[in-house]
Each structure stands twice: as C-alpha cells, then as structure tokens.
C-alpha cells in the first residue's frame, strides 16, 4: 500500500517566542515563503521554505503528525522537534 503524501513549506528558528512573532506577520501564503527566505535556519528557506512532496512518515514525528491535522493552506502554531520550532505550511494532501 502506498503511503499518503503531502506538500509543505516550513520556517524553522531556534525559539518559540521567534515563532510566534514570525507567525504573528502571515496572513497569506507570500508573507510565508517571504519570512521563510529571510527567517528560516533550513536550507530550504532558499525555496520559501518549500519542501516539496513527501510521505507520511518521512519526516520527524512532531512534524509528520502536524503535517496531517492541519488545515489546508494555512499556518501552524509552532511545532518542537529536535530541530527547533517550525511553523508549517500545507500545501495540498493525496491520502489516496
């Protein structure tokens, strides 16, 4: 069975409170891909974040699961991994 995947962006900082404020700033899918490029520790932030498609499971747990309950096209609260706090963006989903 394949496994459903989804298309998402991230903004990754060090700290909550810099979430916070980062995500405080959205309200439509350029300001993310614009505070991902100036903002975001990921190497990703050179696309605006975009991580492109991936499958359930792929990324890391706190992640993964964000990735599956949020509502489309908007964004998250801060989401810690071992990473950091990441604001996540979806895209679209295929839970075919």
Known sequence: MVQ???HASHIL???KSEAIQIKNQITKLKDFEKLARKKSQCPS???GGDLGWFRSGQMVRQ???AVWKLPLKTV???IRTQFG???I???ERDEK
């Open 45 to 47: 932030r050179q696309k």
């Open 85 to 87: 706090f990441h604001l």
């Open 89 to 91: 963006w979806v895209h």
């Open 76 to 78: 998250s609260d801060p």
């Open 63 to 65: 992640f993964d699961d």
């Open 13 to 15: 900082v060090q700290s």
């Open 4 to 6: 459903p995947s989804a």
